[in-house]
Nanobody, 126 residues
């Protein structure tokens, strides 16, 4: 049974940094594409970032490019999201997601990810 457990969320001020972690179990982690998505109140869940199996390929939403960095440690079965220069509009529940194979064309599509965590709240005050 695949389990994804996010941690690291919290309340911060604009301009601060946070690092989210997602610990995975029940899967061969190095064979899974790992992604981060977020959902703000009243809005649909949206793509944030994804990292492929070895970590050599990463993808970002335009809204976070240059501020957020996704990384993974396959020895620890963990994926990270380093978030810098946080803005109030980054406030959302952040979800970790996983899937074995996704073509580049659909890398940001929610429907392509079949395993999800419960989410961790990130709140950025102005």
């Amino acid at each position: 049974q695949v389990q994804l457990v996010e941690s690291g969320g919290g309340l911060v001020q604009a301009g601060d940094s946070l690092r989210l972690s997602c610990a995975a179990s029940g899967l061969t982690f190095s064979r899974y594409i790992m992604g981060w998505f977020r959902q703000a109140p009243g809005k649909e869940r949206e793509f944030v970032a994804t990292i492929k199996w070895s970590g050599s390929s990463t993808y970002y939403a335009d809204s976070v490019k240059g501020r957020f960095t996704i990384s993974r440690d396959n020895a620890k079965n963990t994926v990270y999201l380093q978030m810098n220069s946080l803005k109030p509009q980054d406030t959302a529940i952040y979800y970790c997601a996983a899937d074995g194979f996704i073509t580049d064309q659909f890398i940001g599509s929610i429907k392509e990810y079949h395993h999800w965590g419960q989410g961790t709240q990130v709140t950025v005050s102005s």
